[in-house]
């Protein structure tokens, strides 16, 4: 066959296959661990679904469980569009700026190539190895070879795998194959259905719409379909069986365009409860490229189950996390109106999926040996997919395999050749690189700040403010309080009684093994018992008395029985590490829901529990977990706050890295447009201690990201500080880790 394209070849360390945000993730991580990469992408935007092409709101496992954020790549990329964008997070609004976030990411790396609009079409493998990708890049008329030493496929539809021969799966499984208890007996192959999204604006003036003959017609309002907002929508216009999600895809795009403008006719000439809201409003954007759910799923090293989520996924090779909902959909979508698009019988409401590790072998191929995932294509069983395949979570999963891909080529193996050892070590580097690893800790031998101690100039005593508004207790509720090596004498909390008689409240304290530890209160074997008395119509602190000096440290659930009229209120802010739950349908809940900020009840603690000391920075964890694990100022002390490290020893101290709080308890969509979270460390500087003064490394001015890395020419010091001298709102200075690294290695 002739061909008139010009013919081009490249070769990388590193070619990753599709740039929505788990490829976009691995590019950079790879990248930055040093392998030239390439990032080959079909489309003209990276994102993938999140794109403007397509405006899916990236979600993680921080929607359903305080402290749960992801971080790493992907947390930065999410600060950085919220600190720059004028649009909220939310279905239909990704827009241009968001775009552009993601391509000067990809531009600012120096080891990767960004090839975009190139689709990859063929796949070339010998001895069990990817030997190259080729496709045609749009526009140039041009024919692109990629040779590498290591591929990540990224493609969604698992593109690169299926063409070298890696066993996949289509649908769902049955009972029988993996155990899960959530999986039906019979197994099926249709898949999760393509959405197709769009925008609307108020343009301030009347404004009429005249769907094309060819649209769908909704005279009447679509049961369990919720159009009152109708700025951006709806995940609900979903169709896929009994098509195919992929070869169906130009099919799927005209019905599904059908629905949107016969659901925008309806919102605006039909709906009762929308029309006359609606009627200065226009459609600003429709989506042309439909959003596509799911489709290949590889059979990896290891597959994660639903059974793996429920162990907690405590695996030797945590890379990263999920925690999500299982979250599956009615395969009809807008074909039966009548059932909820949502497949209720599998989801959260049901069981609470608590932030779950996920092993390095779901994300690498038996088959062929230089092959990894990223994405959707990931080795999990449907289950355990439908909790992982959110963006945000993948993102950071992208992340893991791209730094993976990096070790791997340092070391000289493939990823299935990786030593424990190895995997320790890779496991160390993402933590290096804000990854967070559920039951993994921060033991890098390169770090001299393990070997230094603490001290600040002040410390936050545990203090909550009461909130206006609060939560009855027709229900239990409970809130974890940290609990110091001076036991606990007493609790105290915020409560206002509507009743006309006075009301006996029970308390009860559980031992928490960490803030997610929900499962705690409902194994019951509550460590302390006691009862107070709150009189009619009062608002205000009660002080409940425990006398429990010998109680051992650590964080306990706050449990309180009571009456509907009697209201726990909430703090103004949320406290960091302590999170506040809540009893309904059968089970605990984190407070006051998923998709919203999480809060906590206001709670005061003696003797005070030094919740937030300076050696919190070197617990090797960066966000709440079995501690507060976060260094607060006094808040009452004027900034400027310091935190010293100290060695015995003089040390060779070349670059710092400090994780700051951006409270992981708030997830991108509640972010408003230019934002910077107000507890992030705004103004500082690194200074050591060097011939008897202190002497300024370096001076940060107008920051909002949570990790921070700085390197200066090697210095010889007993002492290094981080002085803070501004926050981006809150009164004090707040640090999760601070890290120091000698000449070798240098690395970010
Ligand atoms: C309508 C809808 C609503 C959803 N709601 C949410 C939500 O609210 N929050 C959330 O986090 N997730 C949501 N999801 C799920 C989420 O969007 C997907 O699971 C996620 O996008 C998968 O990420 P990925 O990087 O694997 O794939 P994608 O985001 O699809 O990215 C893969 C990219 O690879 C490119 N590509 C494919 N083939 C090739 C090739 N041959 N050559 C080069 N490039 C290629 C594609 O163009 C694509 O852009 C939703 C999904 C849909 C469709």
Redesign the pocket.
Known sequence: MSTFLAERHDSFAVVV???????LCAAISAARGGARTAL????PVL?????SE?R?????AGYHTPFAMETGVIYELLLEDRAHNHDPVE?GMANGPWDLALYNAARAERNLTLFLN????EVEVADGRVVAVS?CQLGNETRWRFTGDLFID????G??GAAAGVRYRVGQEARSEYGESFAPEESWTHT?G??L?FRARDLGHPVDFTPPSWAKRFDTCPPHRPHQYFAGGY?WI?LGWPRHTVHDNEVLRDELLAHVLGMWDHIKNRCPDTREKARTWALDWIGMV?????SRRFVGAHVITQRDIDAGGLFPDTIGFGGWEIDDHTKEGMRDLAKKPSFESVNHWLFFVRPFGVPLRSLYATEVRNLLF????LSASRLAFNSL??????GAL?HAAGTAAACCLRAGVLPAELSPDQIQALQQQLLREDVFLPGVRNQDPDDLARTATVSASSTAPFATVPDEAGMGLPAPLAQIVPVGTAGLATTQVFLESRASEAREITARLYRAANVWDLPAIERGGSVAKTKIVVEPKTTGWQTIAWNLPELPAGLYWLRLDGQADVVWHYTTETTPGCPAARFANERWWFTPGPFTRWRTFAVGITPDPVAYGPEQVLTGVTRPGEGTNLWRSDPAAELSAELTLTWEEPRQVASVQLVFDTDLSRVNRIMPPFFHAPECVRDYAVQAWIDGAWQTLCTVTGNYQRRRVHAWAPVHTTRLRLVVTGTNGIPDARLYEIRAYGPQPAGD
């Open positions: 296959v599709g740039g929505g945000l788990a490829g080959v992408h079909n489309r994102g993938g679904n999140a794109s397509i899916v709101p990236p979600a993680g279905t190139t689709h990859i079409e496709g990224a493609s969604g539809d593109i690169v999760l393509n959405s999204h995940w979903e439909p959003g596509r759910r799911e990223a994405g959707r294509c395949r959110v963006m945000v979570t993948l992208g």
